[in-house]
């Protein structure tokens, strides 16, 4: 008796998580963010030597590994940037509620920047708010 209880028990809790929506059993990890994405930068820079409006665009690519390429134009206060494009590597972990962060590192020696992003649009999309302390940055990437 003690047998058929036991094994009917772990048909009823299979079952039972099978029957749990798509939605709810998330399966976000380093591999799902892999590609080129299409980064759109809006924002303002609060406080220190390069205060003021900023707006750009960015190509990153992500290794599905948890490493990152960029290259990016964007211009501060109306200014453009003394090099064309600029070129940075980085890290990035995707947290299992496809949520994630990133800090990328300047080749220029510039301070890294961390940020935040969720995905959107059947892991097409990412918002993203910068989470360095002085500024108020977002952006929208697109996957290419």
């Not at 892999?34 to 990153?60: C, H, K, M």
């Not at 070129?87 to 590192?105: E, L, R």
């Not at 220029?108 to 940055?137: E, H």
């Amino acid at each position: 008796m003690k047998i058929a209880s036991a094994s009917q028990t772990v048909v009823f809790w299979l079952a039972a998580a099978c029957a749990i929506p798509a939605q709810a059993q998330r399966s976000c990890y380093n591999g799902v963010l892999s590609g080129d994405y299409s980064f759109r930068i809006t924002g303002q820079i609060l406080t220190g030597p390069l205060i003021g409006p900023n707006n750009g665009v960015a190509l990153v690519t992500f290794d599905g590994d948890g490493k990152l390429i960029a290259r990016d134009h964007v211009a501060i206060n109306g200014i453009q940037p003394l090099d064309e494009w600029r070129d940075s590597t980085g890290t990035y972990t995707v947290n299992p509620d496809c949520t994630g962060k990133a800090q990328v590192n300047f080749i220029d020696g510039r301070p890294p920047i961390v940020y935040y992003f969720v995905f959107l649009r059947s892991r097409q999309q990412l918002d993203i708010v910068v989470g360095n302390t002085g500024t108020n940055v977002s952006v929208v990437a697109t996957r290419m």
